[in-house]
């Protein structure tokens, strides 16, 4: 009778050391998982959602006097400047958690749409010295950033910001895409989001 009981004792103690192992093995799994896949969507880093092109003429023109401001000397430029502007965001700035036992990644706040990146093209027009004021360098390379500082003061009135956040359906689909790749869930209910808009994720 005692070596009986003492085998029934043994399996139970058996079955609930397997299970507490499994248990413990799973949750160990699975918070890996939450952590790879935060990291996964995070080092996604810029996400590019629309892109627009421009084509503006900028002026420069710069003046030296001496001789108690008796003589001028006139150095100018025009120049067309052709730019590719991308706008996006920059996902190493989400908010995000996990809750394992759900299996679900949860996105607590995105970050707004931004300015990644301005890729110029210039052309010299009607470049032309002064007599004792003329182009070097040093005034080419000022040149070249005051004309990517114009580009850039005119996206704010472009729309490609405001464009971008209106497509920030997309880029949490992708996102969903990635956190569904391992069978978790994705919950994006703290973003205002269109009703309408969340079914086409569903």
Known sequence: MDVILGAILGAILS???IDFFKRKTKKEVTEKQS???IEKIKNV?????VEGEFSEIYH????????LSLISSKKKAILLVNAKAQVGYDLSKIKITSNAEKKTIIIQDFPEAELLSVETNLKYYDKSDGIFNKFDAEDLTILNSEAKQFI???IPESGL???ANKELLEVVGIIKNIVETIGWKLDYSALVIEEASQKLLK
């Open 161 to 163: 910001i405001e464009t």
């Open 45 to 49: 880093c810029k996400l590019i959602s």
């Open 60 to 67: 420069y023109e710069n003046v030296k006097e001496r001789f």
């Open 15 to 17: 079955y609930l050391g």
């Open 152 to 154: 850039v003061a005119k």
């Open 35 to 37: 952590v790879v896949l």
